[in-house]
């Protein structure tokens, strides 16, 4: 998928769902980046399925 163009969507999709993740906007060459930290095996689940979702 497109990251550029839909960042900002998925950051909003996913803080919807109570997901922390952070916009980071450019870094280096790469554009529309996103910071996903990641805890416990529930939170790396609850994210996988978020991100799935989303991602259809």
Known sequence: FDAHSSYKRVYSALSEQGISIRKLG???????????????????????????????
């Open 26 to 56: 450019k870094i280096g060459n790469h554009d529309g980046c996103l910071r996903v930290t990641i805890g416990t095996k529930e939170m790396n689940s609850k994210f996988l399925l978020a991100i799935r979702d989303y991602l259809g």
